[in-house]
């Protein structure tokens, strides 16, 4: 009699077959941008009825196209919005750093541009101005999100379920003597940031330093990254208003490149029109 007990399941199949879909992608080329079965199964020295059944999959998902008339196969359009996907996360950190080296020179601070990572605010990037006495933070550097500018953006857009998870697993401990730790105060806080859409913090993770920090928003409305500018607090803290309005700006000029639609109340902020 044969045993119930079933197998346990093994993972290796599954890295094979994203390995041999590659194989196949790789098939194609500028040469040869049309293939029919039996070439690919010559190429690779596989039976054509596995490449057969890998094509059948790929067709469903949009990473090939059949022509029904020859069928023969294409590389489908999915791949395309994929690459371009791949090109604008690329290329949106090097957009955000050279406006992040230009604020760092035009204001005389130190520009940051950092990410959420395991829900810290780690910097990514770093512009420190070339004067006597500067706010040195290097790229690595990261932080309690609830204690920076930089991570209470971050904070700010996080869906109501995942804030509400962060204050429930995150211990909100003083680091310095004015370090706001009361949720309560936290959340209204955020509330700002999401009405004027930057955020500011005094004395808060560091005695005698503040920030100012705006939000880069992908193409479905997430926070990307945050651009900021760190300096001590006496000198920046005049300067909160006047610094947050060209961070907002510039962190929706480069958020709408990335595909981000601009909702109508924020337009006024940047005169970008929806189309």
């Not at 194609?28 to 690919?40: E, K, M, R, W």
Request: charge should be neutral; include cysteine.
């Amino acid at each position: 009699m044969a045993s119930s007990r079933r197998r346990p399941l093994s993972r290796t199949p599954k890295v094979e077959s994203v390995i041999f879909a590659d194989q196949i992608l790789n098939c194609f080329s500028v040469d040869a941008p049309v293939l029919g079965v039996t070439q690919i199964a010559q190429i690779l020295g596989v039976p054509k009825a596995r490449v057969h059944r890998f094509l059948s999959t790929m067709e469903q998902i949009g990473y090939v196209r059949r022509d029904a008339a020859t069928d023969r196969y294409s590389l489908g359009m999915r791949l395309y919005g994929l690459g371009m996907l791949a090109v604008n996360g690329a290329s949106y950190l090097e957009r955000i750093s050279v406006k992040a080296q230009e604020f760092s020179e035009h204001f005389g601070y130190t520009a940051v541009v950092g990410i959420w990572a395991d829900n810290e605010f780690a910097a990514i990037r770093t512009f420190i101005p070339p004067r006597s006495l500067s706010v040195a933070i290097h790229t690595g550097f990261h932080s309690p999100a609830y204690v920076t500018a930089q991570g209470r953006v971050f904070l700010a857009f996080l869906p109501p379920e995942e804030l509400d998870h962060y204050f429930q697993a995150t211990e909100l401990r003083a680091l310095t003597t004015e370090t706001l730790t009361d949720p309560l105060a936290l959340r209204s806080e955020l509330d700002a940031i999401r009405e004027h859409l930057y955020a500011a913090a005094c004395n808060q993770a560091s005695l005698g330093v503040a920030a100012v920090a705006a939000p880069v928003f992908d193409i479905q409305g997430r926070v990307q990254a945050v651009i900021s500018l760190v300096w001590f607090t006496p000198e920046l803290v005049p300067r909160i208003a006047e610094l947050g309005t060209a961070l907002r700006q510039a962190g929706l000029e480069i958020s709408a490149e990335l595909g981000f639609r601009i909702p109508p109340a924020w337009q006024q902020w940047v005169g970008i029109k929806t189309q």
